[in-house]
T-cell receptor, first 115, second 118 residues
Framework: DAGITQSPRYKITETGRQVTLMCHQT?????MFWYRQDLGHGLRLIYY???????DKGEVPDGYVVSRSKTENFPLTLESATRSQTSVYFC??????????????FGPGTRLTVT | AQKVTQAQTEISVVEKEDVTLDCVYETRDTTYYLFWYKQPPSGELVFLIR??????QNEISGRYSWNFQKSTSSFNFTITASQVVDSAVYFC???????????????FGKGITLSVRP
């Protein structure tokens, strides 16, 4: 299916476990992003990637690791999950051209609960 | 640093009323982009509009209209004749134009929860 998908959609894990959230897009967009959404905070950028093998930190990167070996995939790993990482995680992608800023298209989200 | 303020946190209206959602932004850049997204109860984020800082023309799309005023750093969103299906959380967002790889980094406001009652 075309678009941007995330898996799993729901995940419950225990404190200290490693968790990887997957994101896949079929548009060949250059840019990909990870956000977390928490009540009272709106959406906050965790990491983003301008292209394969190029990633950079966003506003709240601590405790997260990303990689991007292929243009279409952008996994987010919580190396040692903490309760404060309980959140809804959204992946997004957009085109990218110098001097312009395109709209981002979001995946359906992953609801992660850390117990 | 960029900042987006959506001072209204919750708005409740009766169907067919008009409603305006306010968005005020702060940026030091002369070139930037503004966005609105809708998040219905199902949870997905839906893109509504993108506007660059050089285009101050108001935009209308069906029952939706947007008023961009650089003089007051505002990008307000009006829904005319609201419907129950408009019930959602609405986010305003700001992005600087690409300079050194910062393309499309969005700074979101905290969102406005709109409830439209039948």
């Amino acid at each position: 299916d075309a678009g941007i998908t995330q898996s799993p959609r729901y995940k419950i894990t225990e404190t200290g476990r490693q968790v990887t959230l997957m994101c896949h897009q079929t548009w060949s967009h250059s840019y990909m992003f990870w956000y977390r959404q928490d009540l009272g905070h709106g959406l906050r950028l965790i990491y983003y990637s301008a292209a394969a093998d190029i990633t950079d930190k966003g506003e709240v990167p601590d405790g997260y690791v990303v990689s991007r070996s292929k243009t279409e995939n952008f996994p987010l790993t919580l190396e040692s999950a903490t309760r404060s990482q309980t959140s809804v995680y959204f992946c997004a992608s957009s085109e990218g051209l110098a001097g312009l800023s395109y709209e981002q298209y979001f995946g359906p989200g992953t609801r992660l609960t850390v117990t | 640093a960029q900042k987006v303020t959506q001072a209204q946190t919750e708005i409740s209206v009766v169907e067919k009323e008009d409603v305006t959602l306010d968005c005020v932004y702060e940026t030091r850049d002369t070139t930037y982009y503004l966005f609105w997204y809708k998040q219905p109860p199902s949870g997905e984020l839906v893109f509504l509009i993108r506007r660059n800082s050089f285009d101050e023309q108001n935009e209308i799309s069906g029952r939706y209209s947007w008023n961009f005023q650089k003089s007051t750093s505002s990008f307000n969103f009006t829904i005319t004749a609201s419907q129950v299906v408009d019930s959602a959380v609405y986010f305003c967002a700001l992005s600087e134009a690409w300079v050194t790889g910062a393309n499309s980094k969005l700074t979101f406001g905290k969102g406005i929860t709109l409830s439209v009652r039948p």
